[in-house]
């Protein structure tokens, strides 16, 4: 629950401090190498958190945008403006992403000490 709550926190402020989508990975992986985690804990807590994160500001952009983008982009790859998708897309390839950084950073500490 620990490396849930500070891949959430402090990617939370790093991606909105920093103009950059992968700052997020960095902190999942040194998360998933500093606690001792199972190898699926550690790729189940990377997932989530960024999965979570992810969604909460792509839901955020939606809505303050009232989907106009989302909508044109949906349109584009399905023909069907359905913005939800697109919003599905998004978290699952930050929650992948996450979930496979702090993976790595779990086996690498495992394969360290």
């Known amino acids: ?3 849930f709550i500070t891949i959430l926190v402090v990617s ?3 991606q909105w401090l ?4 992968w700052v997020m990975a960095p902190v999942a992986f040194l998360a ?3 606690f001792k985690n199972s190898p699926f804990i550690a790729f189940g807590q990377g997932f ?3 999965a979570l994160l992810w969604f909460g500001y792509s839901l955020a952009i939606d809505i303050l945008t009232h989907s106009i983008l ?5 349109e584009m790859i399905t023909g069907s403006p ?3 998708l697109i919003l599905l897309i998004t978290t699952l390839v930050g929650g992948l992403v996450g979930g496979f950084s702090s993976l790595a950073g779990n086996l690498w500490s495992n394969k360290v000490s």
Do not use: D, E
């Not at 920093?18 to 989508?21: E, G, I, N, Q």
């Open 32 to 34: 998933g190498f500093s």
């Open 18 to 21: 920093l103009p950059y989508w």
């Open 82 to 84: 359905n913005q939800w």
């Open 12 to 14: 939370a402020v790093l």
């Open 1 to 3: 629950m620990k490396s």
């Open 70 to 74: 989302s909508k044109k982009i949906a």
């Open 48 to 50: 989530l958190a960024i």
